[in-house]
C-alpha cells in the first residue's frame, strides 16, 4: 500500500518539522519542501502510465496531439503553481503563494487560447 508510505512519510515529516519551527524555523520549510520532493518524486511513476492511458485515449478518440499537449501542459501548470503555493504558505508567505497562483491562472488562460479558437471554428462551421 503506497498511500501508507506516502502518508506516513508526511507524517512523519510534519512531526519533524513542527519540533524544529521551534527551534530553527527557517529548516522547517526546507524540510516541509524536501517532504514534498520526495512525495512527487514517488508518484511520477504513477504520472507517467496516467499519461500513457491518455495517449492512447487521445489517439483512438482522434484528438489532434496539439490539444493534447496542451491539455497536459495546463494540468502540469496547475499541479506545479498548486504545490508552489502550499510551500509559499507554510512559510508564511501568502501573499507570494496568490501570486504564483495569478500567474498559472494566466499561463493556463494563454495557453487555453487555441483551443477555445477551435472550438469557436467548429461552432460557427455548424451554424449556417
Known sequence: MEIIEIVGLGIIGMIMSVVIKQYQPEFAVQLSLVVGIIIFVLMLG??????????????????DMVYFQTILKIIGIAYIAEFGAQVCRDAGEGVIATKIEFAAKLLIMVLGIPIMLAILESVMQLLP
Open 46 to 63: 504513477k504520472i507517467s502510465v496516467i499519461i500513457d492511458v491518455l495517449k492512447k485515449l487521445a489517439t483512438r478518440a482522434n484528438v
